[in-house]
């Protein structure tokens, strides 16, 4: 954890959290052994390639994915204290959208398209609050003139399509902090926006942030977006965090085989800004079977034979930063001159 929020007792901690869908006869491994801690009012971002199992962290948490097929194998997720995995599905309710928010990725089909904006929020606010209805769409007013959308009182009369695609993605982080939760969770809530508009909703969200005293964590592909808002990143391959520490330590040092590829095929950095994007050959492998050693080997240019002889264990770099890499000095030393590397350390 960051040295500046180590003082600050932790909001979320996750404990080993394994779990696995079933298909008929196949067994796919979505996660295995996740451990993290999320202290309050600092910003955890959970970083990696579509399929490495972000978005499926995401709805553990909230434990939104189907009983039929998903299965929590072992582990912990506590909120304050509070033992999630344990939880009866009534009291889960009282958590999610008031203790827990949530961001998801599309506004549009996360909204209701028959309801207007105002009945969406407000309806949050009885749900958890028991207020009547004008003090609910009181607060779901305040709520968008938080989130920045101008002239709130006619917006909350307004439907999902009747507002652009920012506007939509504020609303939605408004109805997630409604209730004032602990803990947001935002799953890529800048995907399909313009450049301009990703940055106001990730300005906004960390001025609410500061303003509420909350905790995020934040699930993106995109590096940019962890340098500009993280105070800490963990970097997911196939189920397993591989790489974790505070942004400034892991962009200075990066120290898995994993990492320096995301690196490299970052656009206007590197060979990119001579014209040639880097790409990381390959795609994540198959989850329905067991793996011996490392799960990034077959598509790592570091690799040697020691790394698929059996499952590196995450030692500590340095102190908050560890990684899940025998080569990771060999990472180090063949990144040491990339430009984002050198301008970070």
Known sequence: MNMLFQSQPPVLVVDNLSLEFTNGPSRIHALDGVSFGLARGET??????S????????MALMRLLPKSSARITSGAIRLTGTDLIGLPERSMQTIRGNR??????????SLNPVHTVGMQIAETVRRHKRVGRREAYARARQMLDLVRIPDAGNRLNAYPHELSGGQRQRVMIAMALACDPELLIADEPTT????TVQAQI???IADLKTELGMSVLLITHDLGVVAATADRMM???AGRIVEEGPVERIFARPSHGYTAGLLRS????????RGTLTEIVGTVPRLDRPVEGCVYAPRCGFAE??????LPPAREIEAGHRSSCIREAAVFAAMRDHDIVRSWA
């Open 44 to 49: 955890l971002c959970l970083v990696g390639e």
């Open 51 to 58: 399929g490495c199992g972000k978005s499926v962290t995401a």
């Open 100 to 109: 827990i928010g949530m961001v998801f990725q599309d506004p549009m089909t």
């Open 192 to 195: 399909a926006l313009d450049v």
């Open 202 to 204: 990730l300005e906004l």
């Open 235 to 237: 970097v997911m391959y």
């Open 266 to 273: 970052l656009p206007g950095h590197g060979a990119a800004r």
């Open 305 to 310: 034979a020691g790394c698929t002889a059996s």
